[in-house]
């Protein structure tokens, strides 16, 4: 992995950002171990795989999957599934373990947007959609209204479509909490990243690990009906005494599933990898929360929030 110096970029929004989200910085020193046999992934396209990516560009969508450069890329545009991101490319927050771009949108949405998507939904013909987006510290409701509104024109265009939303933690704000898990989702899901200890470290200083469980506690209380879903990313420094009080914190405030992956550092000026997760210890974690009360726990190294998000119910680590 190489050191790149700080880039910066205006997007096809004409927003100016930091790319990758990170400035060169003194991480940049510390060099990445060896990537383990079990995390190499081949390369499998289909035709779904361009029929997706067709869709995104001729919308103007912006997924996760390519904004994140996830590694599950191949796997779920083959399979037909994407992960919208709503609001654009940039955030304004810079987790240390995040691709995304950082800058200041200043108050832009793409109007087109929600409904733009729905339409996506409609000719891709998902039954499960995952929906999340850069945190938008810039809207005075942190976009929940323009998330909302996303879900609703999906559901009027696909009604037996579910959707999970993956959302900003809004600064913690209930009320926009309160519209969002009113707006007819099926999965709310908020991602908790790490454990306490290391959650300043890793996570932007606007984040926090109390503010992440009370958003999760919320949405549980305002809409019961509605599953709550978090992901934690391993490989960080977190120890399994470590790991085992955070599922003890979610499952208190009454979080049903829970994911959990290997941490892939996305350049060298992101948080370094302390170890690399083996397949064992992640069903063994696995094992862990399912006993403590979890609904379900998908857990394995190349395992993402949204990851078969649609077979989480299956209650088989999503196949894996
Ligand atoms: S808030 Fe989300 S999108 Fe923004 S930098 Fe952090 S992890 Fe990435």
Same mark, same amino acid.
């Given at each position: 992995?190489?050191?790149?110096?700080?880039?910066?970029?205006?997007?096809?929004?004409?927003?100016?950002?930091?790319?990758?989200?990170?400035?060169?910085?003194?991480?940049?020193?510390?060099?990445?171990?060896?990537?383990?046999?079990?995390?190499?992934?081949?390369?499998?396209?289909?035709?779904?795989?361009?029929?997706?990516?067709?869709?995104?560009?001729?919308?103007?969508?912006?997924?996760?999957?390519?904004?994140?450069?996830?590694?599950?890329?191949?796997?779920?545009?083959?399979?037909?599934?994407?992960?919208?991101?709503?609001?654009?490319?940039?955030?304004?927050?810079?987790?240390?373990?995040?691709?995304?771009?950082?800058?200041?949108?200043?108050?832009?949405?793409?109007?087109?947007?929600?409904?733009?998507?729905?339409?996506?939904?409609?000719?891709?013909?998902?039954?499960?959609?995952?929906?999340?987006?850069?945190?938008? $510290?810039? =809207?005075?409701?942190? %976009?929940?209204?323009? /998330? !909302?509104?996303?879900?609703?024109?999906? @559901?009027? *265009?696909?009604?037996?479509?579910?959707?999970?939303?993956?959302?900003?933690?809004?600064?913690?704000?209930?009320?926009?909490? $309160?519209? =969002?898990?009113?707006? %007819?989702?099926?999965? /709310? !899901?908020?991602?908790?990243?790490?454990? @306490?200890? *290391?959650?300043?470290?890793?996570?932007?200083?606007?984040?926090?690990?109390?503010?992440?469980?009370?958003?999760?506690?919320?949405?549980?209380?305002?809409?019961?009906?509605?599953?709550?879903?978090?992901?934690?990313?391993?490989?960080?420094?977190?120890?399994?005494?470590?790991?085992?009080?955070?599922?003890?914190?979610?499952?208190?405030?009454?979080?049903?599933?829970?994911?959990?992956?290997?941490?892939?550092?996305?350049?060298?000026?992101?948080?370094?990898?302390?170890?690399?997760?083996?397949?064992?210890?992640?069903?063994?974690?696995?094992?862990?929360?399912?006993?403590?009360?979890?609904?379900?726990?998908?857990?394995?190294?190349?395992?993402?929030?949204?990851?078969?998000?649609?077979?989480?119910?299956?209650?088989?680590?999503?196949?894996?």
């Amino acid at each position: 992995m190489e050191i790149i110096a700080t880039t910066k970029i205006t997007n096809r929004d004409g927003i100016k950002a930091i790319k990758n989200g990170q400035k060169l910085n003194k991480f940049a020193d510390i060099p990445t171990p060896k990537k383990p046999s079990w995390l190499k992934v081949k390369a499998e396209f289909n035709p779904n795989f361009h029929k997706v990516k067709e869709q995104v560009k001729s919308k103007q969508l912006y997924t996760v999957c390519e904004e994140a450069h996830c590694p599950n890329i191949n796997e779920c545009w083959s399979a037909g599934t994407a992960t919208f991101m709503l609001m654009g490319s940039v955030c304004t927050r810079a987790c240390k373990f995040c691709s995304v771009d950082t800058g200041n949108p200043n108050g832009w949405l793409d109007k087109e947007e929600p409904i733009n998507t729905a339409k996506a939904v409609e000719i891709m013909k998902l039954k499960y959609v995952v929906l999340t987006s850069v945190n938008r $510290d810039d =809207l005075p409701d942190g %976009g929940a209204q323009h /998330f !909302a509104d996303t879900v609703k024109l999906i @559901k009027e *265009l696909n009604p037996n479509t579910a959707v999970e939303a993956l959302t900003p933690d809004f600064k913690g704000l209930f009320s926009s909490i $309160d519209t =969002l898990v009113n707006c %007819g989702l099926e999965v /709310f !899901a908020q991602n908790i990243e790490t454990v @306490k200890r *290391l959650t300043h470290q890793v996570r932007d200083i606007r984040a926090g690990y109390q503010q992440t469980l009370d958003v999760l506690a919320e949405s549980k209380r305002i809409n019961p009906k509605v599953l709550t879903k978090t992901s934690i990313i391993l490989g960080l420094g977190e120890t399994d005494i470590e790991i085992e009080n955070t599922m003890d914190d979610l499952i208190k405030n009454k979080v049903d599933i829970l994911t959990i992956g290997q941490y892939l550092r996305p350049t060298r000026n992101h948080h370094p990898i302390e170890r690399w997760v083996t397949p064992e210890e992640f069903e063994n974690y696995r094992e862990i929360g399912l006993r403590k009360g979890f609904l379900e726990v998908v857990s394995g190294p190349m395992v993402r929030s949204s990851y078969r998000a649609e077979r989480a119910l299956q209650k088989n680590n999503a196949g894996l």
